[in-house]
């Protein structure tokens, strides 16, 4: 019998792009953290973001590249159409709950209280409700109605600015449009009135150049990272037809797959997070064949042949044998147990930072410093450590003695030394 979760996932977008500018230091709001954090939870089978998209121009694409099905409901119909989206939303989620039996969990992406009475009916359905929300810009009523709620800034991937080094916020959504609901925060809380703004020109399209192919990955290596191939870059019309926009957005998608992308993360930090992940959100062990089908959810092209190995249990023992991952037997032959050893504590992390510090030749500029972090242990998380951002983890460590932590003008980095 499948016991498989099956979820569905609604986004009340306007309250998380704007909570997210609002309340993280100007960040923008990217769905693939939330997606992450699902993945271990169950099979997700509905995405819908609801909103008035020709406010969020740059998220439409990036919830397009996620497989986001978007919701248009437009604000400024000759007169105000406010809550459109909120109404919306709920009027699917309650017809979802009674015409598709299957889908036993509803996300609900929002930090509005005035969701609680639909969180409420979903559950005397028999529906588990896990919600997600900016901590700032989320009620205090709503998380206690769900039956699990994730706050957007405490998942893994999302790096939150230090408050002392932020930027200045990016106005791609709704600001300074005088709806009342201002920074995400509605339901009750008190609300920060926008400062007035001149409309914002549309901006020019820009040409992207294709990025070089990566070089495939060699056979007995976890180091390397699948690309995609890449698709020459189409001209964009600056103003295209609405019949057009769904051929716009596919040329976009093009763009920015062409464009010279960050380091990724490796195959070994891909696979200690997720078991990370699983074992703090399933009760009982993690098994091979449990682990294999997160990772698929989290990358649908994944195979363990690209990384050299004929089988996902080879590729395990390959991690085993160099700590990543310990093994034991599972509850049948060929599905082992995997489990990760023993977690170290913040004073060893703080030890395993200066030693890569000293090993870098006793000073460090901090970007790409995580990355040299994860190469020893790949299963390391600040976040897990109880710091928001790496670079608070590095201020931790400054304030305990293991480093000392100084801004660099010449590098326009913060440079860390080995004591």
């Not at 036993?104 to 509005?112: H, N, S």
């Amino acid at each position: 019998m499948d016991t498989e979760e099956r979820l569905a996932v609604f986004l009340d977008y306007e309250n998380l792009a704007l909570g997210a500018r609002d309340h993280l230091g100007g960040m923008q709001f990217d769905f693939k953290p939330i997606a992450d954090a699902l993945a271990v939870r169950g099979r997700v089978v509905v995405r819908r973001a609801y909103a008035d998209w020709s406010y969020f121009d740059e998220d439409r694409r990036m919830l397009t590249r996620h497989q986001v099905e978007l919701i248009e409901m437009t604000q400024r119909m000759g007169a105000s159409r406010k809550n459109a989206a909120d109404i919306k939303m709920v009027v699917d989620a309650i017809e979802m709950a009674f015409e598709r039996e299957y889908i036993t969990t509803f996300v609900m992406c929002t930090g509005d209280s005035d969701f609680s009475p639909l969180v409420h009916k979903l559950r005397e359905l028999d529906k588990k409700v896990i919600g997600v929300g900016v901590e700032n810009s989320t009620s205090r009523l709503l998380p206690p109605a769900c039956d699990e709620f994730l706050f957007y800034d405490r998942l893994e991937g999302v790096d939150v600015p230090d408050e002392s080094e932020a930027p200045a916020p990016k106005r791609s959504g709704r600001g300074g449009k005088g709806t009342g609901r201002s920074g995400g925060g509605r339901g009750g809380r008190a609300k920060t009135p926008a400062p007035a703004e001149a409309p914002a020109e549309a901006p020019e399209p820009e040409a992207v150049a294709p990025a070089e192919e990566a070089a495939p990955a060699t056979s007995g290596t976890t180091s390397g990272t699948r690309r995609r191939k890449k698709a020459p870059a189409a001209e964009v019309p600056a103003e295209p037809a609405a019949d057009a926009v769904e051929s716009v957005v596919e040329t976009d998608l093009e763009q920015e797959d062409a464009a010279p992308a960050g380091e990724d993360a490796t195959m070994e930090v891909r696979v200690a997070q997720t078991l990370a992940d699983l074992q703090a959100s399933t009760s009982g062990s993690v098994t091979a064949s449990m682990l294999k089908r997160t990772l698929v959810r989290k990358d649908p092209t994944f195979s363990e042949s690209d990384y050299g190995f004929r089988t996902f249990g080879e590729f395990l023992r390959f991690l085993a044998d160099r700590d990543f991952v310990v093994l034991s037997d599972g509850p049948s032959t060929g599905d082992p147990e995997v489990a990760l050893p023993a977690q170290q504590d913040t004073e060893g992390a703080f030890d395993l930072l200066r030693q890569v510090v000293r090993d870098a030749g006793g000073s460090a500029p901090l970007s790409g410093l995580k990355n040299e972090v994860r190469k020893r242990r790949p299963d390391f998380s600040e976040k897990a450590l109880g710091y928001r951002g790496f670079l608070q983890f590095a201020k931790g460590a400054a304030a305990a003695g293991a480093v000392a932590l100084a801004w660099d003008d010449d590098a326009d980095d913060y440079l860390l030394t080995a004591s």
